[in-house]
């Protein structure tokens, strides 16, 4: 697929390489541990393609991963249903399913909201069977925690699921919008008391809390993906996984996918910058790239892992490093070497220290006991 396919619109691709690497990673891992992956992509489309072999699509991602994998010999079986409501974009995806080679893809005119039912039991092929589910609908009342909760409680299972920041946040003192649904009603009261900026980073983390409790996940994280054009959040990439490796694996899709992101908007405000002035630049477009916006959310969240990480510490006085990753990676835009920098901060301090550190160890494993001894700062 070429990258023109996704000129002003490049928030999209971004998406697809959240869904590509994470995928690459998830499907080998659960081919060799179930007998079947079942890929969900409940608000298919095509939508906004410009590519006429509809390359630029979350659906044809995602297939092309899972034939990837098993032209390795790394699944032995998938399927994929793809659904579409619009009856016009409808034949498209016909079309398209019936060229997939490799994979069964069935595909499906539903009305989602009308079909939870029936995705899940689809989903829920054989006891052997993992499925993955995509809901990226074009608004958000289709991902209110109750009406997906069969989907959510689907074990083994994960899920993916776009959260329109930017239009929630625009909407949210609309007191007719039932954005209590999404959050519940007293913690929509609390959220509207909020200055606009935290408010807008707490509407993501109540979602996330609520899909966790709703699915039975044990982790969730959330990729904030930036408009192209405009300093801002269009929406994050919500994820659910009950597994350890799955918040790891997903935690490095992450990493690529944010620096990929970066890079994408910089070539962009680079052509818009020659198309409104006519003239070349001598700067490199990395030089000339300028962002506010996520930049202040990775601070933040920061804070607020390291936080949560020192509180954790402080309350058991004696924990393992698997433990305080868990916490901290569930934090947007946080990696493990922000952790790995905190904790060694606090031991060069007299803070903590690492009783069961091996001779040849260089960093920090999920066993490694982390002992609180002194104050941390
Ligand atoms: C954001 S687009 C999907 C984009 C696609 N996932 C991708 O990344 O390439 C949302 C799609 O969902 C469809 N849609 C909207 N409401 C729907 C519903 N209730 N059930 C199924 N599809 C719906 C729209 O027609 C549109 O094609």
Redesign the pocket.
């Known amino acids: 697929m070429k990258d023109e396919h996704y000129f002003e619109r490049e928030q ?1 691709r971004v ?2 390489r959240v ?1 590509e690497r994470y995928l690459q990673a998830f499907s080998p891992i659960i081919g060799s541990a179930f007998d079947e992956i079942v890929y969900v ?9 410009k590519d006429k072999a509809l390359h ?4 044809h ?1 995602a297939i092309s991963v899972l034939q990837e994998c098993r032209d390795r010999n790394k699944c032995k079986h998938a399927r994929a249903l793809l ?4 009856r016009h ?1 409808y034949p498209l995806l016909e079309e398209y399913a019936r060229s997939v080679k490799g994979i069964e893809v069935v595909t499906r005119n ?5 079909h939870i039912a029936d995705i899940v039991a689809f989903a829920k092929g054989s006891s052997r069977s993992f499925p993955f589910f ?1 809901i ?4 958000w009342k ?1 991902i209110a925690p109750s009406l997906i909760k069969p989907i959510l409680q689907t074990e083994p299972g994960e899920v993916l699921i ?1 959260f329109m920041t930017s239009w929630i946040k625009r909407f949210f003192d609309d007191e007719d919008k039932p954005f209590h649904k999404l959050f519940g009603r007293a913690e929509v009261e609390r959220l509207r008391q909020l200055p606009a900026r935290e408010r807008e980073d707490e509407i993501v983390n109540v979602y996330a809390f609520r899909i966790r409790e709703e699915g039975g996940y044990s982790y969730t994280c959330a990729i904030p993906i930036m408009m192209p054009d405009r300093d801002d959040i269009d929406y994050h990439l919500v994820f659910g996984t009950r597994s350890v490796k799955g918040l790891e694996e997903f935690k490095k899709a992450e990493d690529v996918s944010i620096q990929f992101m970066h890079k994408l908007r910089a070539s962009a405000q680079r052509r818009r910058a020659v198309s409104a002035t006519g003239q070349g630049f001598l700067l490199s477009e990395e030089e000339m790239y300028h962002e506010r916006r996520f930049g202040l959310l990775n601070e933040r969240r920061r804070v607020n892992a390291r936080a949560a990480v020192k509180k954790l510490l402080l309350e058991t006085r004696k924990t393992n490093y698997g433990i305080l990753y868990q916490e901290s990676m569930q934090f947007a835009t946080v990696v493990e070497s922000d952790l790995r920098e905190w904790l060694e901060s606090w031991r060069q301090a007299g803070g903590i220290l690492y009783p069961n550190w091996g001779e040849r160890q260089r960093v920090p494993h999920a066993n490694t006991i982390i002992e609180v001894i002194g104050p941390l700062s």
Do not use: V, Y
């Open positions: 999209s998406k697809h869904l992509d409940c608000f298919a489309g095509p939508w906004e393609s630029d699509t979350s659906f991602t659904i579409e409501s619009d974009r539903w009305d989602f909201t009308q995509f990226d609908p074009t608004g289709e776009n």
